[in-house]
């Protein structure tokens, strides 16, 4: 069983950034696609970035650019650094892992508050 705990969410500005962290514990980090989603108010929960197993990364359309996926299996963490964030960027953001991408062995986070506002 894989825990997933998401820290460093929080109020930011408009044009600010934010670093967010997910910490992995319980199965061989190595193994997991690791991804970001985050969830609107009234809206579906979508795919934000993810990171392979091979370090290959992808992203939403809507951060591409803005935001930074990456992973460090030494330390079991993956890294979301969000910049140049929206008002629109706000959601609640969830850690994903996905045992070797099947899609068959998912886990996810807490979830944690990012709020875009001035």
């Known amino acids: 069983q894989v825990q997933l705990v998401e820290s460093g969410g929080g109020l930011v500005q408009p044009g600010g950034s934010l670093q967010l962290s997910c910490a992995a514990s319980?199965?061989?980090?190595?193994?997991?696609?690791m991804a970001w989603y985050r969830q609107a108010p009234g809206k579906q929960r979508e795919k934000v970035a993810a990171?392979?197993?091979?370090?290959?990364?992808n992203y939403a359309d809507s951060v591409k650019g803005r935001f930074t996926i990456s992973r460090d299996n030494a330390k079991n963490t993956v890294v979301l650094q969000m910049s140049s964030l929206k008002p629109e960027d706000t959601a609640v953001y969830y850690c994903?892992?996905?045992?070797?991408?099947?899609?068959?062995?998912?886990?996810w986070g807490q979830g944690t508050q990012v709020t875009v506002s001035s």
């Open positions: 319980g199965g061989i980090f190595s193994r997991y696609t």
């Open positions: 990171v392979t197993i091979g370090s290959t990364t």
């Open positions: 994903y892992a996905d045992l070797f991408g099947m899609k068959s062995n998912v886990y």
